[in-house]
């Protein structure tokens, strides 16, 4: 008679202590957040003093001044043509990649895949000068054929491909155990259907994989939308900057607004948000799928 | 599928060069001058001054903002390495590493045109900030002598006090302690009035090295300080331990907030902004800093009262934020015609208003905001290691920061720590000694 009550607290107990532990969790993932949104709406006296989550006088215009003195606009669509440009591209390569390592007999595919997974080893920073002497080399920095249109994308090149070249060792990695696991009978019937390779490739495996895909999109549009280090290095000028420069403006040598700052990186993160809420099903799906099996 | 890719070629193509040319890509052209910076709080300055400068003579200054700082040194060192650094630039680093950049040939030495019409250029700055920049003949760096870098503005580090808690105390605000037993008075007075003493960055030691290094002039002078450092006399010296004693002093006095020792400055200038602390030991960046985190705030600021009669206070300073010309920029004689007109009286002036930093042109003090003369004032009292022809081995000031830090919470003795000091220095020299 006893077994059943003691089930049924056993139960009990461990589904509120579950819950207890994901919402602490929760809550330490939204509380920085909601402390950013907090803080924006505060003074620059009063973001020390005033600890309350919503100021008793909110300041709704630090958004308009964040947004003006920061010069948002053209950062904002720089930032939006790097990010597409460059997700774009690094799903583009790493899919064919993946799928070649994966899927085709190439000789040396997993010497090349080992190397790959070498770069992940190595940090953008760790490589600023020597990046930064290549670019110089390959004529990306201070371009000057003479149109002042064409000198504008070598510029924006010489960004956009080393933010390529440092998002495709994780993508590669992905796709190819998402690949891996992709049984050979569907190529099979594709084949014996008069499929080609890049067919069974753009028609079978692609499609299959957008779960993995969805995870590379979100990794990457994180890492190129907060992304500035990098910009400042090889960048020169502030029209080419992405939206992370923007940010700069509030942060002093001495001293850095911080309300404006919260301010500007609220804006910043809306667009995040609402790719990261758009591919939630998938990206769940990708990692549950083993997308990211190690 | 296919229409997506499309869309996404069409979008990257588009967007790639579907833009107007910006501000970046004539940076090589020889027309205009080109400066790279660091200085987040300075950009609309800049702008408007180098706006009003092309008003009046035509020129082209273009303001590149690099920051953080780590990463414009990353781009510092880049662009010396590819031969591509702009007109003007700073380096952020020590003597050493500035050394190094000079000696590659990317740096200009500008004391020729310091010395022109009668050294008029080179009067207008405070000496010991240009002393910053400048290389003596010998120095241990092997650097051709002259100035290397024009100082945009100066700084020192002293001691601010809170009025309002002043007078909570009991204590006079308008005359603040000048003396040890009338500080160490201050400490017990503010205690009793449950008011904490002193907050600063101790968790970044340098700032200890610089309290400590202005109690050590102070009590042995100069020319004992630099024995010191040349090894010709002993940490275990009583002076030395006399040094060590003021923090001991300090902490049984009530001086020092809570947590002082692992307290970074950003955390000490919120506990002193919000009044949580009644003295605080910064840089005369802090009035930029208090302003914006309460205005309101009453303060005055205060040499560090003396330990000792022998010798005067001498507190850190020199040039804050310092410009180079490239050695190899196109631009030379307009570059230095902007550098001139830039470290002028007015300019000055009004950086000094705009920015709050106080000016290196010492003809634009009658200009500038109150809060600053009080720092200004004490110039003729600062001093600077970088000032020095000697320097010390970086583990012995690291064994020195560490031992006062030691002392404050209480593990280490002055004694002890001066002995420990003395013993790394020794095994500093006797390496430096096997590498000869």
Redesign the interface.
Same mark, same amino acid.
């Given at each position: 008679m006893q077994k059943p009550i003691y089930y049924k607290i056993k139960k009990f107990m461990l589904m509120y202590s579950t819950h207890i532990l994901l919402i602490i969790i929760s809550l330490s993932c939204i509380l920085p957040l909601l402390w950013m949104f907090s803080s924006s709406l505060k003074t620059?006296?009063t973001v020390?003093?005033d600890m309350s989550l919503f100021p008793q006088n909110p300041h709704w215009e630090n958004f308009y001044i964040a947004w003006t003195k920061g010069g948002f606009g053209r950062y904002f669509?720089n930032s939006? !043509?790097y990010t597409? $440009?460059v997700v774009?591209?690094i799903v583009?390569i790493t899919s064919l990649a993946a799928y070649g390592i994966s899927r085709l007999k190439i000789p040396g595919k997993n010497v090349i895949f080992y190397v790959f997974l070498a770069a992940m080893m190595i940090p953008i920073?760790g490589a600023?000068?020597a990046?930064?002497?290549l670019l110089?080399?390959l004529g990306f920095?201070?371009?000057?054929t003479g149109f002042? !249109?064409l000198?504008? $994308?070598i510029?924006?090149?010489g960004y956009?491909l080393p933010l390529i070249n440092s998002g495709l060792s994780l993508g590669i990695y992905m796709l190819k155990t998402f690949f891996d696991k992709m049984p050979g009978d569907l190529e099979d019937s594709a084949r014996i259907d008069g499929c080609s390779v890049f067919g069974i490739y753009?028609h079978i495996a692609?499609?299959m994989a957008k779960p993995a895909i969805a995870v590379i999109i979100i990794f990457n549009t994180l890492n190129v939308w907060n992304e500035?280090?990098l910009a400042?290095?090889v960048?020169?000028?502030?029209?080419?900057m992405p939206l992370t420069r923007a940010l700069?403006?509030f942060?002093?040598?001495?001293?850095t607004?911080y309300p404006l700052l919260m301010s500007g990186m609220t804006i910043t993160v809306i667009p995040i948000i609402i790719i990261y809420l758009m591919l939630q099903k998938h990206i769940i799906a990708g990692i549950t799928a083993g997308a990211v099996k190690g | 599928?296919i229409k997506f890719?499309f869309l996404?070629?069409v979008?990257?193509l588009t967007?790639?060069?579907g833009?107007?040319?910006?501000?970046?890509?004539?940076?090589?052209s020889s027309d205009k001058i080109v400066a790279w910076h660091?200085?987040?709080?300075?950009?609309d300055a800049f702008t408007e001054l180098a706006e009003k400068y092309k008003a009046l003579t035509g020129t082209d200054v273009?303001f590149?903002?690099?920051?953080?700082?780590d990463?414009?040194s990353?781009?510092i060192?880049?662009?010396a390495?590819?031969k591509?650094l702009p007109d003007i630039f700073g380096i952020l680093a020590d003597k050493r590493i500035i050394s190094s950049f000079i000696k590659a040939g990317h740096v200009l030495n500008l004391s020729p045109y310091m010395d022109m019409d009668d050294g008029q250029w080179e009067k207008t700055f405070y000496a010991k900030a240009l002393n910053v920049n400048r290389f003596l003949q010998g120095n241990e760096f092997e650097v051709s002598p002259g100035i290397y870098a024009v100082p945009l503005d100066v700084m020192n580090i002293q001691m601010i006090y809170n009025k309002d808690l002043f007078k909570k105390a009991g204590l006079d605000p308008e005359n603040p302690p000048k003396n040890w037993a009338e500080f160490l008075d201050a400490g017990n007075k503010l205690h009793a009035a449950g008011i904490q003493g002193m907050v600063s960055g101790w968790g970044e030691i340098w700032m200890i090295d610089c309290l400590a290094s202005n109690y050590a002039y102070n009590i042995m002078g100069e020319q004992k300080f630099v024995d010191t450092i040349k090894g010709e006399a002993s940490y275990a010296d009583q002076d030395w331990i006399e040094v060590f004693t003021v923090f001991k002093d300090m902490r049984d006095n009530n001086l020092l907030a809570n947590g002082i020792v692992t307290m970074v400055n950003k955390h000490a200038e919120?506990m002193f902004?919000?009044q949580r602390a009644a003295l605080a030991f910064n840089g005369s960046?802090?009035v930029?800093?208090y302003n914006?985190?309460?205005?309101d705030l009453n303060y005055g600021v205060m040499l560090p009262p003396v330990y000792s009669d022998k010798y005067p206070m001498k507190i850190w300073g020199g040039a804050g934020?310092s410009l180079m010309v490239s050695a190899r920029s196109k631009n030379i004689d307009k570059t230095i015609k902007f550098l001139k007109w830039l470290t002028a009286k007015d300019q000055q002036a009004y950086l000094a208003n705009k920015t709050c930093n106080l000016p290196s042109n010492k003809e634009s003090l009658g200009e500038i905001p109150q809060a600053l003369e009080q720092f200004v004032d004490d110039m003729d009292s600062v001093t600077h290691p970088s000032n020095l022809n000697v320097s010390e081995f970086p583990k012995v000031i690291e064994a020195r920061d560490k031992g006062i830090q030691s002392i404050i919470i209480g593990e280490k003795t002055p004694e002890e720590v001066a002995l420990e000091v003395q013993a790394v220095k020794i095994r500093e020299l006797k390496k430096q000694k096997a590498r000869k």
């Open positions: 620059q006296a020390f003093s669509f939006l !043509l597409i $440009v774009s591209g583009f920073p600023f000068v990046l930064y002497v110089n080399k920095l201070n371009p000057n002042p !249109l000198d504008n $994308v510029m924006r090149l956009i753009w692609l499609p500035y280090l400042m290095l960048l020169t000028g502030k029209s080419l700069m403006v942060r002093g040598t001495h001293i607004e | 599928m890719l996404i070629v979008l990257a967007s790639v060069t833009c107007a040319p910006g501000d970046g890509f004539d940076k090589s660091w200085m987040t709080d300075r950009e273009q590149e903002l690099y920051a953080p700082t990463a414009y990353e781009k060192k880049g662009a390495q590819t591509t919120q902004a919000n960046w802090c930029n800093v914006g985190m309460n205005p934020a």
